[in-house]
DNA sequence: TAGATTGTTAATCGATTAACAATC
DNA sequence: TAGATTGTTAATCGATTAACAATC
């Protein structure tokens, strides 16, 4: 597990990769050259063989790559087959559609909790599992150890929740809040969705289409 | 509202400007230098002064940028005081929370119907508006004549929706699928947001920490 | 005026694309 | 073997950073 090399650029199209893949795999193809990607997938194929390069020789000269291997080989880079324990914070209406919504087995992750400070949800099942008082979170991380956390909730309240994680060990965050938990922990990874950017995104396209 | 040439990294990056603007003028923050604002936001002071100036010249020299007024451009090249008519489609847990969670009065959109293909949800409130079986998408547009449109379904059925919407006039999409619609659809503004490509990113960060 | 800070040009850096030798 | 297609190096393109003259 290195720390390696890899571009933002790069990792931020893995997961296109993946999806891709994995639906050339069940519609039955075996082999894909990297033109042949490229037209499906919309990246050159220059650049694809450029990223599949950074991570080893996947693919044969006069062949192409094989897609069921391929797939698996990207998965295992993305660590797909991964289980980390994961705690979903702020039970509103983002958070249980997430927490209902997302295929996070399928993708490395195992939730095991979810958390909000609004007693009247508390014992309400999501997904199988109960809503708890956020008052409990410290004694479940002690007992449970999770390493990551999904944060649903406001900025307002994401500082003191986010403190309290890394200390309590959490190494990863899916950050749906506008802190911005990278610049208060830097050793720790974070992924922002900030959907109300993306929205206003649109609307600077509409507004100059 | 001319074709205009900024780049993409940029754009990007307005939403962000707008939001650190808006808490500062919040906070009663009345001018700040681009060094100042590159403290507080994470880019470079050159960088913060090469993009506003890809739109003007806010600043004064010696003095730096008004923050209420920088507020104001940034939210008028981002169209936020627009309301352009937007319709929902698919009012599952995602579409639902999205509905419910998002404001989109202040971004620019104002929501006016929301779909579903499920009977059962038909008439159900979110956010003051019922949800109305996708069979009366048609005459609705007709009607209504919406211009964006919010996807929230599965990638199998985007397809077909999305010619239809695009047919009855809707020239920008927030597409939540995994349905490539720009590719389809080259004259249309689409803005992406993949979920589980977001977590696998994540995925991939936490295991090469 | 002197000090500060922008607007803008030039230099650097990184990412994408093109080209082609290696090789299956 | 001949044809195809990769792996990889070199060329191009674009985005970021640095520098500084303009000017408030």
């Not at 693919?59 to 705690?87: R, S």
């Not at 990863?172 to 809040?177: A, R």
Request: net charge positive; proline share 2%.
């Amino acid at each position: 597990m290195a720390k390696n090399d890899i571009s933002m650029a790069v990792i931020k199209r893995l997961p296109r990769y993946y999806r891709f893949l994995g639906e050339m795999k069940r519609a039955g193809v075996q082999r894909i050259s990297s033109g042949e990607l490229s037209k499906r997938m919309g990246f050159t194929a220059s650049q694809i063989r450029q990223d599949l390069n950074c991570f080893g020789g996947f693919g044969q000269q006069g062949y192409g790559y094989n897609v069921a291997q391929l797939y698996k080989e990207i998965g295992k880079i993305l660590g797909v087959d991964k289980k980390a324990k994961t705690v979903l914070i702020g039970a509103g209406n983002l958070g249980r559609a997430v927490a209902a919504h997302m295929s996070f087995e399928e993708r490395g992750f195992n939730l095991i909790g979810i958390f909000d400070k609004n007693e009247a949800l508390a014992g309400q099942l999501v997904r199988n599992l109960p809503i708890r008082h956020i008052d409990g979170l410290y004694d479940f991380c002690r007992d449970n150890a999770p390493t990551v956390a999904v944060l649903c909730i406001p900025g307002e309240h994401a500082e003191v929740i986010t403190d309290e994680l890394v200390r309590l060990g959490v190494k990863g965050f899916w950050n749906f809040s506008h802190y911005d938990i990278a610049a208060h922990h830097p050793n720790v990874a974070v992924e922002n969705v900030h959907l109300s950017d993306s929205l206003m995104t649109l609307s600077y396209y509409i507004n100059n289409l």
